[in-house]
């Protein structure tokens, strides 16, 4: 959103994912997290699936608002939440089967520069550039994202967005590791009021 030359942006992300692997026979072995120890020779099986959800909020000012044109230059946070499931199952055929499964959680929050150029093709079309860059003063050792997009002016106060876009973040703290770089397709809407 933008009012004058006040901009103001929010996006989230959120994506699901999950992996399943068979190994076996393995040695005896007791897994971080698991009261059971799985015995020498168990066929083993483990499902992980992984949760994360996160957010940027931003304010800024347009620092330059020429006609073919803008820069605009902003602040704020962007805020992580990860959930992280694992479940094994080992057996062994004249012992049976052994289930465990182990839940974690965890958030924070860090601060982030940005900045945002687009450049006007025509009335209705322009090309759109954004990056931001953040992390050392919060939880997460860095952070940062980059967006590259084409923007269409409807007919009236909207506009629609299509593009690219990767997120990176690398986070170590309290015994929870989280580092990922994720990318794909983004879609988005703007108001001008």
Known sequence: MRHNRLVFFADAMFTDTSNREAVGPLPAMQLPGFSVTIPA???????????????TLLGGYRLLDE?????DVLAGT??????????????????GTYQA?????????????AARVQVRASEQLSLLVQGDIGGHAGKADST????AA????????????AGYKVIDVDYHHDDYIYNARLGGPAIGLSYRF
């Open 144 to 147: 940062w994202s980059l967006l």
């Open 78 to 95: 962007r805020l992580w939440h990860i959930s992280n499931k694992i479940s094994v199952r080992a057996s062994l055929p004249l012992i």
């Open 101 to 113: 499964s182990h839940k974690e959680s965890f958030s924070w929050a860090d601060p982030i520069v």
């Open 67 to 71: 006609q073919q044109f803008s820069m």
């Open 150 to 161: 084409v923007r269409y002016q409807l007919p009236s106060q909207l506009s629609v967005l």
């Open 41 to 55: 020779g168990a066929n083993t099986s483990a499902r992980l699936d992984s949760q994360q959800w996160s957010a």
